[in-house]
């Protein structure tokens, strides 16, 4: 049985890799990202969310949250494409794997957690 974790509305940090190689920009770098989610807590194993943010890209906006006995999937829409994330939740924070909808072979990784102000 796994223990009840929830997740927090508000403010969340994180990164993503991408998987390709660019002038400046190594394979596995990590690109910083800042969103707001908002969760509805259905119960600990059934939660949706949605949430909006910035990152090394531009702005985006995360839709059809869901967290489902701890797999983890969303879409992350900018202006100009679609990213398809998914993965679990790890303690309280997810990550994953990444891929553009349009194009599935560009892919990385992520992760995000609640922000912790110092």
Known sequence: MRPELTFDSGSW?????????????????????????AFMNHSSDDKNFFGFGTDDIGVFEFTDGRVRAGAVSFLKQYSTHTVTYYGEQRGHMMSGRWFLTDFPEVQGGWSLWPYIQK
């Open 13 to 37: 940090q994180g990164f993503f890799t991408d998987d390709r190689d660019y002038p400046g920009r190594p394979a596995g770098m990590q690109w910083k990202l800042d969103v707001h989610l």
